[in-house]
Protein backbone atom coordinates (compact mmCIF):
# COMPACT_ATOMS: atom_id res chain seq x y z
CA UNK A 1 0.00 0.00 0.00
CA UNK A 2 1.60 2.47 -0.56
CA UNK A 3 2.69 4.15 -0.64
CA UNK A 4 4.20 4.64 1.19
CA UNK A 5 6.79 7.41 -0.25
CA UNK A 6 8.16 9.34 2.40
CA UNK A 7 10.92 10.32 0.05
CA UNK A 8 9.80 13.46 -1.37
CA UNK A 9 9.84 14.45 2.53
CA UNK A 10 13.53 14.27 0.97
CA UNK A 11 12.36 17.33 -1.03
CA UNK A 12 11.93 19.57 2.04
CA UNK A 13 15.61 19.29 2.07
CA UNK A 14 16.17 22.91 1.23
CA UNK A 15 19.25 25.17 3.00
CA UNK A 16 21.13 22.25 4.07
CA UNK A 17 21.80 20.34 1.07
CA UNK A 18 22.15 23.02 -0.90
CA UNK A 19 24.70 24.18 1.06
CA UNK A 20 26.50 20.39 0.65
CA UNK A 21 27.75 19.73 -2.92
CA UNK A 22 27.04 16.12 -4.01
CA UNK A 23 24.41 13.79 -2.32
CA UNK A 24 23.46 13.50 1.15
CA UNK A 25 21.30 10.47 2.63
CA UNK A 26 18.77 11.07 5.14
CA UNK A 27 17.34 8.33 7.51
CA UNK A 28 13.68 8.53 7.92
CA UNK A 29 12.66 9.16 11.47
CA UNK A 30 10.07 6.08 12.45
CA UNK A 31 8.81 8.00 14.91
CA UNK A 32 7.44 10.47 12.34
CA UNK A 33 6.69 8.13 9.52
CA UNK A 34 3.65 6.32 8.43
CA UNK A 35 1.20 5.30 5.64
CA UNK A 36 -2.36 5.42 5.92
CA UNK A 37 -4.97 4.34 3.44
CA UNK A 38 -8.49 4.77 2.65
CA UNK A 39 -10.84 2.62 0.68
CA UNK A 40 -14.93 3.07 0.09
CA UNK A 41 -16.75 0.67 1.82
CA UNK A 42 -20.40 -0.83 0.25
CA UNK A 43 -20.05 2.54 -1.21
CA UNK A 44 -21.37 4.07 1.85
CA UNK A 45 -18.31 4.77 4.05
CA UNK A 46 -14.56 4.90 4.15
CA UNK A 47 -12.57 2.39 5.78
CA UNK A 48 -9.95 4.01 6.77
CA UNK A 49 -6.40 2.72 8.47
CA UNK A 50 -2.59 3.10 9.41
CA UNK A 51 0.57 1.10 8.64
CA UNK A 52 4.29 2.10 10.38
CA UNK A 53 6.04 2.75 11.27
CA UNK A 54 7.94 3.07 7.83
CA UNK A 55 11.77 2.44 7.83
CA UNK A 56 14.13 3.68 5.08
CA UNK A 57 16.50 6.54 4.04
CA UNK A 58 16.33 8.79 1.12
CA UNK A 59 19.39 10.57 -0.79
CA UNK A 60 19.15 13.91 -2.51
CA UNK A 61 21.19 15.70 -5.06
CA UNK A 62 19.79 19.41 -5.14
CA UNK A 63 22.10 20.29 -7.75
CA UNK A 64 22.39 17.26 -9.82
CA UNK A 65 17.66 17.11 -9.61
CA UNK A 66 18.19 13.44 -9.08
CA UNK A 67 17.31 11.51 -6.07
CA UNK A 68 16.75 7.84 -4.58
CA UNK A 69 14.30 6.72 -2.43
CA UNK A 70 14.38 3.02 0.07
CA UNK A 71 11.28 2.17 2.28
CA UNK A 72 10.36 -0.55 4.15
CA UNK A 73 6.33 -0.52 5.16
CA UNK A 74 5.64 -2.92 7.73
CA UNK A 75 2.21 -4.38 6.91
CA UNK A 76 1.88 -6.64 9.86
CA UNK A 77 1.42 -3.51 11.91
CA UNK A 78 -1.95 -2.59 10.00
CA UNK A 79 -4.30 -0.43 12.44
CA UNK A 80 -8.05 0.49 11.73
CA UNK A 81 -9.02 0.39 15.47
CA UNK A 82 -10.87 -2.83 15.22
CA UNK A 83 -8.86 -5.73 15.94
CA UNK A 84 -11.13 -7.88 14.73
CA UNK A 85 -11.16 -6.02 11.17
CA UNK A 86 -7.37 -6.49 11.44
CA UNK A 87 -6.92 -9.67 11.56
CA UNK A 88 -9.45 -10.10 8.67
CA UNK A 89 -6.77 -7.67 6.61
CA UNK A 90 -3.90 -9.53 7.59
CA UNK A 91 -5.31 -13.08 6.06
CA UNK A 92 -4.22 -14.31 2.77
CA UNK A 93 -6.77 -12.50 0.77
CA UNK A 94 -5.79 -9.19 1.68
CA UNK A 95 -3.03 -8.05 2.93
CA UNK A 96 -1.17 -11.69 3.22
CA UNK A 97 0.82 -10.73 6.57
CA UNK A 98 2.28 -13.86 7.20
CA UNK A 99 3.94 -14.66 3.08
CA UNK A 100 4.42 -11.32 2.79
CA UNK A 101 5.29 -9.37 6.22
CA UNK A 102 6.94 -6.24 4.68
CA UNK A 103 6.00 -3.81 1.02
CA UNK A 104 8.43 -1.93 -0.42
CA UNK A 105 8.53 0.99 -2.08
CA UNK A 106 12.10 2.36 -4.53
CA UNK A 107 11.76 5.53 -6.31
CA UNK A 108 14.71 7.02 -8.53
CA UNK A 109 13.07 9.46 -10.54
CA UNK A 110 12.37 12.71 -8.96
CA UNK A 111 10.17 15.72 -9.81
CA UNK A 112 11.64 19.33 -8.17
CA UNK A 113 10.17 22.34 -8.08
CA UNK A 114 11.87 25.89 -9.18
CA UNK A 115 13.01 26.24 -5.13
CA UNK A 116 14.88 22.86 -5.36
CA UNK A 117 12.07 21.29 -3.36
CA UNK A 118 10.64 17.50 -4.44
CA UNK A 119 7.56 17.54 -5.79
CA UNK A 120 6.90 14.34 -7.02
CA UNK A 121 8.53 11.04 -6.68
CA UNK A 122 8.25 7.99 -9.42
CA UNK A 123 9.09 4.00 -8.42
CA UNK A 124 8.35 0.32 -8.51
CA UNK A 125 5.38 -0.15 -4.98
CA UNK A 126 5.76 -4.13 -4.51
CA UNK A 127 2.99 -5.66 -2.48
CA UNK A 128 2.09 -9.25 -2.28
CA UNK A 129 5.56 -9.94 -4.12
CA UNK A 130 4.05 -7.95 -7.17
CA UNK A 131 5.51 -4.89 -8.15
CA UNK A 132 3.93 -1.74 -9.69
CA UNK A 133 4.61 1.83 -10.58
CA UNK A 134 3.95 4.17 -8.15
CA UNK A 135 3.61 8.10 -7.79
CA UNK A 136 3.66 10.09 -4.58
CA UNK A 137 3.17 14.01 -5.07
CA UNK A 138 3.43 16.40 -2.10
CA UNK A 139 0.76 17.69 -0.40
CA UNK A 140 3.52 19.91 1.96
CA UNK A 141 6.84 19.68 2.81
CA UNK A 142 8.93 21.91 5.13
CA UNK A 143 11.97 21.50 6.63
CA UNK A 144 13.39 23.44 10.18
CA UNK A 145 16.16 23.17 12.78
CA UNK A 146 15.45 20.76 15.29
CA UNK A 147 16.67 22.12 18.91
CA UNK A 148 17.21 19.02 20.37
CA UNK A 149 18.50 16.91 17.65
CA UNK A 150 20.50 19.67 16.36
CA UNK A 151 19.93 18.42 12.79
CA UNK A 152 17.73 19.81 10.16
CA UNK A 153 14.14 17.88 9.99
CA UNK A 154 12.28 17.67 6.98
CA UNK A 155 9.00 16.18 6.22
CA UNK A 156 5.61 16.39 4.79
CA UNK A 157 2.64 14.72 3.34
CA UNK A 158 2.58 12.64 -0.28
CA UNK A 159 -0.31 11.10 -1.95
CA UNK A 160 -0.81 8.46 -4.10
CA UNK A 161 -3.30 5.49 -5.65
CA UNK A 162 -3.07 1.81 -6.13
CA UNK A 163 -5.66 -0.39 -7.22
CA UNK A 164 -5.50 -3.73 -4.44
CA UNK A 165 -6.47 -6.14 -7.62
CA UNK A 166 -3.50 -5.49 -9.21
CA UNK A 167 -1.52 -7.11 -6.36
CA UNK A 168 -3.64 -9.91 -6.05
CA UNK A 169 -5.70 -8.45 -3.06
CA UNK A 170 -9.31 -9.04 -4.43
CA UNK A 171 -11.97 -10.07 -1.72
CA UNK A 172 -14.65 -8.36 -0.99
CA UNK A 173 -14.61 -6.51 -4.94
CA UNK A 174 -17.22 -4.77 -5.75
CA UNK A 175 -18.37 -4.02 -2.27
CA UNK A 176 -15.29 -2.70 -0.98
CA UNK A 177 -13.53 -0.59 -3.64
CA UNK A 178 -10.45 -1.40 -5.67
CA UNK A 179 -8.68 1.84 -5.25
CA UNK A 180 -6.84 2.69 -2.36
CA UNK A 181 -5.62 5.95 -1.50
CA UNK A 182 -2.56 6.65 0.13
CA UNK A 183 -1.66 9.56 2.36
CA UNK A 184 2.34 9.34 3.30
CA UNK A 185 3.39 11.17 6.75
CA UNK A 186 6.80 11.29 6.63
CA UNK A 187 9.72 13.02 8.33
CA UNK A 188 13.49 12.62 7.45
CA UNK A 189 16.75 14.18 9.84
CA UNK A 190 19.68 14.84 8.40
CA UNK A 191 23.24 13.30 8.90
Known sequence: ??????????????????????????QLDPNHTFVTFEVLHFGTSTLRGRIGPVNGEVTIDRAAKTGDLRLRIPVTTVST???????????PDLLAT?????????????????????????????F????????????????????????QVCG?????????SRFGATMGLPFVGDDVHLVVQVEAIAP
Not at 81 to 91: I, M, V, Y
Not at 128 to 151: I, Y
Not at 158 to 163: C, D, I, R
Open 128 to 151: RGAGEPLSLVARSFACRQDAVLKR
Open 98 to 126: TDYPEAYFVATKFQFDDAGGVREVRGEFT
Open 81 to 91: GSRLLDARLKE
Open 1 to 26: MAALVLCASAGCLPALAQSVAGPVTY
Open 156 to 164: GDFEGAVKR
